[in-house]
């Protein structure tokens, strides 16, 4: 086989995949378009003022959040993935034996020291 073949063979087994791309772009721009041309333009200063639940803005919406708020998230998320790893292991865990119990094992216990001294530290108090 040449090099143009290969291509040509490639080309054919992968038009269906090119297709779909190109015909999901091609919508998604037609439609952003679309809108764009179609929709009414009525810029009043109450349609442009912040809305805020229905409450008139009292204050600057960039106000800076405490440090606690990120801390809290990041504790959520490390929890979160560490929980993920459960998941898999039990899938696994006739296949892996006594010893995939035993990091298991050494996996959790790190997990709940890292969890108790969070909570020692205070860093799950939500006030």
Known sequence: MTGTEVLLEYLTKFFPIFL???????????TLLVSHFVQPRYPEPEKLSTYEC???PF???RMPF????????????????EVIF????AVVFTKIGVIG???MMIFIGLFIVAYVYAWRKGALEWD
């Open 20 to 30: 779909f791309i190109f015909v999901g772009l091609v919508l998604g721009i037609l």
């Open 59 to 61: 204050s600057d919406a």
């Open 66 to 81: 405490p440090v606690r708020y990120y801390i809290f998230a990041m504790l959520f998320v490390i929890f979160d993935i």
């Open 54 to 56: 229905g409450a008139e």
């Open 86 to 89: 459960l998941y898999p292991w």
């Open 101 to 103: 119990l035993i990091e």
